[in-house]
């Protein structure tokens, strides 16, 4: 399987590692770190020599309860960034739904828009959509997302009962929608939304079930790393839950099992650690393959 991108046709027989580049003062893990573009770009740097393959690089906080940015904010955080971080030649996406910053980061030359709102938006004063963005720029990998209400309000009223068929349901609409407008299948990426919108029940029965999410044929991308609901099934004797930046362990236990139900990117903060993780794994793999070839 391969996922068609701007510059590069991203093989996905193993699972690949999107390293996250927060320029956020306000995201719920790393927020205010690298706002900064000459810090930000080091930890572009820094996360690429731990072993990401791709990085992905957002403007705007969908925590749970975030207010949004203007346009222009938007751009002012995320263009410096960009524009630096193509020169690495490895595949750039941008965390974004406003089809204004879509528009301008890919005339930069980024490879990948990942879109929480699965491209729905409107483009303002009757200027282009967010569809219309990724038709004017007809090699641009793209992953939607099924997200429930908003990020100011979707964690107060989370989604009712057995939620894997709806967000599948969801996600195969929105890639059949875009395949329809002339987005190829092998450009698109789909992403179940982990927290976003989901009881910390829900959420474990999308990565248990994920298996149901690989039906339509689309490369799943998921993003565990550091979320609540780890936090939610990892507190000590006392009862106290580990902050976000204390939820390593859980965050590559997560992203292991997802690469081991069939997910083709993982989205995490802690690079170097899921890294060598999914290399232990594939060594495990490897090994049991060759033992049952041997039977």
Known sequence: MQWKTTRFDIDLSEPQVMGIVNLTPDSFSDGGQFHDPVHALRHCERLLKDGAHMLDIGGESTRPGSGGVSVEQELQRVLPVVREAVK???PISVDTSKPEVMSAVLDLGADIINDVWAL???GTDGGPSATDVVRAHPACGVCVMHMHGDPSTMQLQPMDGDVV???LLF????AQALQALGV???RIAIDPGIG???TVAQNYALLARQSELLQPGYPLLVGWSRKSSIGAVSADAQGNVPPAAQRLGGSVAAAV????RGARIVRVHDVRETVQALQVW?????QAGSSQRLV
């Open 88 to 90: 690495f030649n490895v």
């Open 120 to 122: 729905r938006r409107a």
């Open 282 to 286: 594939r060594a495990v793999a490897v």
């Open 184 to 186: 190829q299948k092998a």
């Open 196 to 198: 976003f919108g989901k």
């Open 257 to 260: 099992l997802a690469a081991e």
């Open 165 to 167: 068929p709806e967000v």
């Open 171 to 174: 996600l195969e609409r929105s």
